[in-house]
């Protein structure tokens, strides 16, 4: 069950034939009579009486399926590790380095002598180091970065230009200029004020830019 309630009747005895989609019981929940349907043709066999309180997770009912292959079985993992913990370490990694860099450089551009002999651009490197070992999939749709406002689907190079962003400037305009020539008819922004949507007029007056309050 994925209701908490109470089970009204039974439509199929022990043992019954039920067809696919048919109706086997009727359970209330929240002062609603809810039908539980079969998800398969098969015979059902109650676990629970009718008048039964029962509660989300409850085993109310088995069905043995008339065709045994449509059965969905779980195969037991066969590896050492799911992946998640190491996955979740390059994650840590990268964002660590990245706070890193961009403190060093922040520390720099306030008059402070934080990069000691190294350039900025070697500064970053440490974060160039932790993403090159990061997993960074293909997106959905094509990225536009503010280094260079052209739009990017190749992880390596969108990997390349998340270091190049800490001391590279941000072309803001141009990256919405590249947006709008790319066949742009309306955007949305989301969240309080509509500070995008005019950025987008002054740039082009016709853009359509609507303010979704989350």
């Not at 086997?24 to 809810?34: D, G, Q, S």
């Given at each position: ?12 005895d ?5 067809a ?27 676990r ?46 990268a ?23 190294a ?31 052209k ?22 305009e ?24 005019g950025i987008?007029?002054?740039i082009?007056?016709?853009?359509e830019v ?5």
């Amino acid at each position: 069950s994925d209701v908490t309630g109470k089970i009204v009747r039974w439509l199929k005895d022990d043992g019954e034939s039920v067809a696919k989609g048919e109706t086997f019981a009727e359970v209330e929940a929240m002062k609603m009579i809810m039908p539980l349907k079969a998800a398969d043709a098969g015979k059902v066999s109650p676990r629970m009486s009718a008048g039964s309180v029962i509660e989300a997770g409850d085993l109310l009912a088995s069905l043995q399926l008339d065709d045994p292959s449509k059965a969905r079985s779980i195969t037991p993992f066969a590896g050492t590790s799911l992946g998640l913990s190491e996955a979740k370490a390059r994650a840590t990694d990268a964002l660590r380095s990245y706070r890193a860099s961009a403190k060093t450089i922040a520390t720099a551009m306030d008059g402070y002598d934080a990069l000691g002999d190294a350039t900025p651009e070697q500064a970053v490197g440490a974060l160039a180091d932790a993403l090159s070992t990061t997993d960074v999939k293909t997106p959905a749709i094509p990225v536009i970065s503010n280094v260079d406002a052209k739009p990017h689907s190749d992880p390596a190079v969108i990997k390349e230009i998340l270091a190049k962003q800490v001391t590279s400037p941000v072309l803001w305009e141009d990256a919405v200029a590249s947006v709008l020539g790319a066949g742009f008819e309306k955007g949305y922004e989301l969240g309080p004020g509509k500070v995008i949507a005019g950025i987008f007029k002054r740039i082009d007056k016709t853009a359509e830019v609507e303010n979704v309050v989350v």
